[in-house]
C-alpha cells in the first residue's frame, strides 16, 4: 500500500492540469455580428461579448459559428466548417 503512495502527487497534479484546459463550446446561427463593438447575436436572442471584437469582421447572418468560452474567461469565436452549408451564399 505504502509503495503506491507517491502516485497520488502525480495523479492529483494530472487532474489539476486537466481541468485548467478545460472550456466550454457552443454551436449557434449569427443573427448579427458588430466587429465595433464586440457583440455577437445568435438566433434564438443569445447575446455574447466576444474577448476581440476583430473576430467578428468576416461574419455575415446565417453562418455557422463555435463559440469557446475559456477557463479565463476569454470567449473565442470560429466558422463551423463541419457544418455542410457553411461558406455558400445560394
Known amino acids: 500500500m505504502k509503495k503506491h503512495l507517491y502516485l497520488l502527487p502525480l495523479a492529483g497534479l494530472l487532474l489539476a492540469s486537466g481541468t485548467a484546459l478545460a472550456a466550454e463550446t457552443m454551436n449557434g446561427v449569427v443573427a448579427r455580428a458588430d ?3 464586440g457583440e455577437l ?3 434564438g436572442g ?3 461579448q466576444v474577448s476581440d471584437p476583430s473576430v467578428l469582421r468576416h461574419l ?3 453562418e455557422h459559428v463555435i463559440i469557446t468560452r475559456n477557463d479565463n ?3 473565442g469565436v470560429q ?3 463541419s457544418y455542410s452549408g ?4 445560394n
Open 79 to 81: 466558422v463551423d466548417s
Open 86 to 89: 457553411s461558406g455558400s451564399s
Open 60 to 62: 455575415a447572418p446565417g
Open 35 to 37: 466587429p465595433y463593438t
Open 41 to 43: 447575436v445568435l438566433l
Open 46 to 48: 443569445a447575446n455574447i
Open 73 to 75: 474567461d476569454t470567449i
